[in-house]
């Protein structure tokens, strides 16, 4: 079992849906969660930053860690064209190594 | 959010030379680098971490005689493939610890395609 698990997708959604990307998690020292943004041949981008269990809202987006049932969301508002790109969740504990997800493929159709 | 910058963005070569590729942390000191190697439509390869001043720690199966790593200071990390082959040819990845935290940012990415 992968430490952290995401769907891979595509995941196609129209312009101005909501876009509910997801991951578990089996490490329960994971303390860190991060979600990255990538657009294809570049380098990922930080998103939302969130440290144990919680909401954190930025703009359109929101990211959820549930500890508990070590689930980790990020949901996306209004979506735009703009927001078509890979979508990676990533896990760590205090000075470890960051565990990505496979990474979730996102397009939304104009 | 922070800023690292890594060069070059694509380099071609020919098979059997070396190809550097710098990481640099430009508003922060990053005492740990992470170098990733990407294949299309998969995620993040780690294949090693880097600490200043200290030798690098690399992954499982990723051969540290041809990917030579170098953090000299706090500043810079550099990924040196050595001999390269067409098997190398790929997307590099390096990101650097924020200092003030856990979170990670990421270069733009090097391209290598060894011919």
């Known amino acids: 079992q992968k430490e952290v698990e995401q769907d891979p997708g595509p995941l196609s959604v129209p312009e101005g849906a909501i876009v509910s990307l997801n991951c578990t998690y089996s490490?329960?020292?994971?303390?860190?969660f991060m979600w990255y943004r990538q657009y294809s041949r570049k380098g990922p981008e930080l998103l939302m930053y969130t440290y144990s269990s919680g909401n954190k809202e930025d703009g359109r987006f929101t990211a959820q860690v549930d500890k508990s049932s070590k689930y980790i969301s990020l949901f996306i508002r209004d979506s735009q064209p703009s927001d078509s790109a890979t979508y990676l969740c990533a896990s760590s504990n205090q000075g470890g190594k960051l565990i990505f997800g496979q990474g979730t493929e996102l397009s939304v159709k104009p | 959010g922070a800023v690292v910058s890594q060069h070059p963005s694509r380099v071609i070569c020919k098979s059997g030379t070396s190809v550097k590729i710098e990481c640099r942390s430009l508003d922060f000191q990053a005492t740990t680098m992470f170098w990733y190697r990407q294949f299309p439509k998969q995620s993040l390869m780690l294949m090693a971490t880097s600490n200043e001043g200290s030798k690098a720690t690399y992954e499982q199966g990723v051969e540290k005689d041809k990917f030579l790593i170098n953090h000299a200071s706090l500043t810079l990390s550099t990924l040196t493939v050595t001999s390269a082959h067409p098997e190398d040819s790929s997307f590099y990845i390096c990101?650097?610890?924020?200092?003030?935290?856990?979170?990670?940012?990421f270069g733009s990415g090097t391209q290598l395609s060894v011919l």
């Open positions: 990101s650097a610890r924020w200092d003030r935290g856990e979170k990670l940012f």
């Open positions: 490490n329960s020292a994971f303390q860190y």
